[in-house]
T-cell receptor, first 113, second 117 residues
Framework: NAGVTQTPKFRVLKTGQSMTLLCAQD?????MYWYRQDPGMGLRLIHY???????AKGEVPDGYNVSRLKKQNFLLGLESAAPSQTSVYFC????????????FGQGTRLTVV | AQKVTQAQTEISVVEKEDVTLDCVYE???????LFWYKQPPSGELVFLIR??????QNEISGRYSWNFQKSTSSFNFTITASQVVDSAVYFC??????????????FGKGITLSVRP
């Protein structure tokens, strides 16, 4: 049982480049989330989805876009990467949203130079 | 708006000492959920416990215990007889129930616990 899988695990981008982070979960969870983790800042919610075809903004959505075309996948896109987006990105999913615990992927370490 | 404060940023203890990690939360809702997660040096986030706002009973799981007090809006985590393997970053998180589609989990900034042999 893979749980939540993030691809890639590491990436270095040049300023202005674009990329997509893929999150896949095999637990049939409705809710999926993208967080970023920065030193001293904890985890901050970027975007989330309460079901297939839905997305919503979190705390720090600027510079990111997301899509949830399939229930098991949640994609995070950076259209024009900036050094401020250097961070560790975590995807998570939960069965019933706020009522249940979230399961996290292994994280993606992104560096924008 | 919901908020989680973990005032302690780093704690260092010697193995076998007891240690308490503090968590204070703010919410306008009467129904909410509190969580603790552990992030070991390997980086993944591991769920430890969930508590709903109607259940103020303390929880004990082996060397771990949690003290939930609504009167002080706190959900503190104690590790008894700490071990080196407890070294990690610990996050407290809050999820409000009455937010409709806004089903987000708000995290504190985390406490880095170092347990020295």
């Amino acid at each position: 049982n893979a749980g939540v899988t993030q691809t890639p695990k590491f990436r270095v981008l040049k300023t202005g480049q674009s990329m997509t982070l893929l999150c896949a979960q095999d637990m049939n969870h409705e809710y999926m989330y993208w967080y970023r983790q920065d030193p001293g800042m904890g985890l901050r919610l970027i975007h989330y989805s309460v079901g297939e075809g839905t997305t919503a903004k979190g705390e720090v959505p600027d510079g990111y876009n997301v899509s949830r075309l399939k229930k098991q996948n949640f994609l995070l896109g950076l259209e024009s990467a900036a050094p401020s987006q250097t961070s560790v990105y975590f995807c998570a999913s939960s069965l019933l949203g706020r009522y249940t615990e979230a399961f996290f992927g292994q994280g993606t370490r992104l560096t924008v130079v | 708006a919901q908020k989680v404060t973990q005032a302690q940023t780093e704690i260092s203890v010697v193995e076998k000492e007891d240690v308490t990690l503090d968590c204070v939360y703010e919410t306008r809702d009467t129904t909410y959920y509190l969580f603790w997660y552990k992030q070991p040096p390997s980086g993944e986030l591991v769920f430890l416990i969930r508590r709903n706002s109607f259940d103020e009973q303390n929880e004990i799981s082996g060397r771990y215990s949690w003290n939930f007090q609504k009167s002080t809006s706190s959900f503190n985590f104690t590790i008894t007889a700490s071990q080196v393997v407890d070294s990690a970053v610990y996050f407290c998180a809050l999820s409000e129930a009455n937010t409709g589609a806004n089903s987000k989990l708000t995290f504190g900034k985390g406490i880095t616990l170092s347990v020295r042999p």
